[in-house]
């Protein structure tokens, strides 16, 4: 069974501070993986990557995929409190069907 | 661009009524759509595909004749709770496909929060 597992679960932290966010994957047949940001409504689309080791930025945010180990990571630099949110990371297994992880709550403290 | 709608975005009913949520993408044709279900504090859980002009096909553990799914054009997929309880309250939440750099991207609409009393 195709599964994704995020880490950690929750985290808190300081405005300014660094986070990393994680995303592991059990996979048949991996197309893409996706990272998601979501407030109070549906998830907005952060970031799809597809190829290991290549760096995808927006701003302060940064996502890399390692297809060897099954996973991929969230960097926020100098965090804002608008940056608190569950983050979602969801994997395509190439059926166009998204399979998503329990998602991480992070919440910034001014 | 690529947006997606729901109607209603919130819907309160009585247990044992049935609701109707629509879902529409506004300005791109979407052969498939998808229908998840959040409980508060878990992940997006999919629920249904739905293609248009064909019978949507459904995720292990999801009744069919509970959701009742039609695609009826391009733009628009419904999403029928019948009977509805307590229990299947709930954000649900489509997302329509398009193909976009090479890929079929999903765009989500904005949810609609089912609450059955």
């Known amino acids: 069974e195709d599964k994704v597992v995020q880490s950690p679960l929750s985290l808190v932290v300081h405005e300014g501070d660094t986070v990393t966010l994680n995303c592991s994957y059990e996979v048949t047949n991996f197309r893409s993986l996706l990272w998601y940001k979501q407030e109070k409504k549906a998830p907005t689309f952060l970031f799809m990557l597809?190829?290991?080791?290549i760096e995808k930025k927006s701003g302060r945010l940064s996502s890399i995929l390692d297809k060897k180990e099954l996973s991929s990571i969230l960097n926020i630099t100098a965090t804002q409190t608008g940056d608190s949110a569950i983050y979602l990371c969801a994997v395509n297994f190439g059926n166009e069907k998204l399979t998503f992880g329990t998602g991480t709550r992070l919440t910034i403290i001014p | 661009g690529a947006v997606v709608s729901q109607h209603p975005s919130r819907v309160i009913c009585k247990s044992g009524t049935s609701v109707k949520i629509e879902c529409r993408s506004l300005d791109f044709q979407a052969t498939t759509m998808f229908w998840y279900r959040q409980f508060p504090k878990q992940s997006l859980m999919l629920m249904a595909t739905?293609?248009?002009?064909?019978?949507?096909?459904?995720e292990q553990g999801v009744e069919k004749d509970k959701f009742l799914i039609n695609h009826a054009s391009l733009t628009l997929s419904t999403l029928t709770v019948t009977s509805a309880h307590p229990e299947d309250s709930s954000f649900y939440i489509c997302s329509a496909s398009k193909l976009a750099g090479g890929y079929n991207e999903q765009f989500f609409g904005p949810g609609t929060r089912l609450t059955v009393l």
């Open positions: 739905s293609n248009e002009g064909s019978k949507a096909t459904y």
């Open positions: 597809t190829s290991s080791g």
